[in-house]
């Protein structure tokens, strides 16, 4: 599937605009994440629908973005649209919080 995608710049400038998930594991969402980002491990993602809003765009992101893509293929699945890849946290240096 093809996925719009979004700098790592671009998302820190309009957090606010975006509901971002971090599909990384739980232990790496504990070690840093980015700010207003919920997590979501990309293997639990079928079971979480209901965590996740649609009345803004969803930026997904994770280590690289593989397990994002495996994210994004999953809400494609279950009928979410406009949905974004971010650069994986070790892509791209996004100042983190805890």
Same mark, same amino acid.
């Given at each position: 599937? =093809? ?5 790592g710049n671009e998302l820190e400038k309009n957090l606010?605009?975006?509901?971002? =998930? ?18 979501? @491990?990309?293997?639990?993602?079928l079971e979480n629908l209901d965590k996740i809003k649609?009345?803004? @765009? ?26 974004? =890849?971010? @650069? ?9 919080t805890k």
């Amino acid at each position: 599937m =093809i996925y719009k995608l979004i700098s790592g710049n671009e998302l820190e400038k309009n957090l606010e605009n975006y509901f971002v =998930i971090d599909a990384r594991t739980r232990e790496e969402f504990k070690e840093g994440h980015i700010p207003y980002a919920i997590n979501i @491990p990309y293997d639990e993602v079928l079971e979480n629908l209901d965590k996740i809003k649609t009345d803004k @765009p969803i930026v997904l992101y994770c280590g690289s973005t593989r397990r994002s893509e495996f994210a994004a293929d999953m809400l494609t699945h279950a009928n979410f649209s406009d949905i974004t =890849i971010a @650069p994986g946290v070790r892509l791209y240096d996004y100042k983190m919080t805890k």
